[in-house]
């Protein structure tokens, strides 16, 4: 009997210890006492404006958290607070390809570069806020109109990763 009641311990103290930190398995540290989260709208102040984009990655962000975290997503009156826009939207050549009939060079790669200016408050730790500017970038080959969609994805998929990241990875 006193051989189970010690097993007992042995695995019932390491599940109270964990379960009453604020770390969980997702890779987030949030703590106990934040509920609620409310996410805005993130105007596309980029140069190039891309129609779709402000939705898009405002959607994204909100599916990561609520994917991820016990945080319910509020509008108004919140436990913690992120906002913010789109501000950079770049298409640049990466590499250059030579011709062979003595024409001037084309691109042979191109890179897609988004940049997200973010501002993250939370009520009851001031030290956890920050504005920070995200940028993440996409390599790409051949006409962006047939791609852009996707180099989108992946790009908002990688920035909504960093901001996630920024605010409740804490290790």
Not at 87 to 97: L, R
């Amino acid at each position: 009997m006193r051989r189970i009641v010690v097993v007992f311990f042995a695995l019932v103290t390491p599940i109270l210890f964990y379960s009453s930190c604020s770390i969980t398995l997702n890779g987030s540290s949030i703590p106990k006492e934040m509920k609620t989260i409310s996410v805005d709208y993130f105007e596309n102040n980029a140069p190039l404006v891309v129609n779709y984009l402000s939705q898009n990655f405002t959607e994204a962000l909100k599916a990561r958290i609520r994917g991820t975290t016990r945080l319910s997503i509020v509008q108004g009156e919140a436990d913690a607070h992120m906002s913010g826009s789109i501000t950079g939207y770049s298409i640049e050549p990466v590499s250059v390809q030579a011709t062979n009939n003595n024409v001037a060079p084309v691109a042979g790669a191109e890179r897609l570069t988004i940049t997200v200016n973010v501002i993250y408050t939370y009520t009851k730790d001031k030290k956890e806020n920050f504005t920070q500017s995200f940028t993440e970038h996409q390599d790409f080959s051949g006409d962006i109109t047939a791609q852009e969609q996707n180099l989108v994805t992946t790009i908002t998929k990688r920035l909504t990763d960093d901001i996630f990241n920024a605010a409740f990875a804490k290790w």
